[in-house]
């Protein structure tokens, strides 16, 4: 937990009235994004304990952290949890707490979780609902820099050695631009689930998204590419079953009302065999 006295309150005042922070705050409309970007500006984390707590959703239990408890719910407005089948082979990087690894690893054959910051949680979690074919692996693929929403720093590089995949689940923190495309989406991959971060000038400028659209298309799948209403993020959901792709805008920016008709509609418009 950051310390209160331990925080410069000019200069997080001053954080928080810059451009950067103003920028989150009117595109995420959070303000805990908008507190947390300035309390890391001083090297501060939040962190709490919520000691004996156990949350139980769809079945699955989680000893849920306080920045990141939500995520359990919006991996299953977000990702296509439905479309893994019981021989899929899972890489779930970015797994945090693990609201995708999890319930990814009732329906798979096998699950793979690269997690960096939040390893101990993602563990506990899988040691609580004794998932035998979950693996938990601490460290990033393809850099060593955390730069995300809650920290930023360096862990330990882990070298994309599982060659073997078919089902992949991205979502870490904006490392998406340092990474090569190609030692994520191999030629195994059958679904693809990902998160693109658009934060910063030069991530807004970068034509790496490109990249990876390409390379879907060449790897045999199609591709629902969400823009965010402010375009500062985008989700990617790509099958070898897609014979379309499509682009679509999310209405408000979240998961409710409009936006998660169209998002749902969105899948409507491909066409399957």
């Not at 191999?186 to 390379?215: A, I, M």
């Amino acid at each position: 937990m950051a310390e209160l006295r331990n925080i410069k309150w000019g200069i997080f005042l001053k954080d928080l009235l810059s451009k950067d922070s103003l920028e989150i705050l009117c595109k995420s409309r959070s303000l805990q994004w908008a507190l947390t970007y300035c309390l890391r500006q001083q090297n501060h984390i939040i962190f709490n304990e919520l000691e004996d707590l156990i949350l139980e959703y769809r079945g699955i239990k989680y000893r849920p952290h306080p920045l990141n408890y939500p995520r359990v719910f919006e991996s299953y407005d977000r990702y296509r949890i439905e479309e893994i089948v019981k021989d899929d082979v899972v890489l779930d990087l970015g797994a945090n707490i693990g609201s995708f690894a999890l319930p990814a690893a009732t329906r798979a054959l096998h699950v793979t979780a690269v997690e960096p910051l939040f390893y101990k949680d993602l563990d506990a979690n899988r040691g609580m609902n004794h998932y035998l074919n979950l693996l938990c692996v601490q460290g990033s693929i393809g850099t060593s820099l955390v730069d995300c929403q809650e920290f930023k720093g360096t862990a330990e590089q882990m070298l994309p050695y599982w060659a073997h995949r078919t089902f992949v689940r991205m979502d870490i923190g904006g490392a998406e631009w340092l990474i090569n495309p190609e030692s994520v989406l191999t030629p195994s991959v059958r679904h693809f689930e990902g998160e693109f971060h658009f934060w910063t000038k030069d991530q807004r400028r970068n034509q790496k998204l490109n990249e990876w659209l390409s390379l879907l298309e060449r790897r045999g799948l199609g591709y629902i590419l969400r823009w965010s209403k402010h375009k500062h993020w985008a989700y990617v959901s790509a099958d070898k079953s897609y014979k379309n792709s499509t682009k679509v805008f999310l209405k408000n920016g979240s998961f409710t009302g409009r936006s998660k008709g169209i998002w749902n509609l969105s899948t409507l418009t491909l066409e399957r065999p």
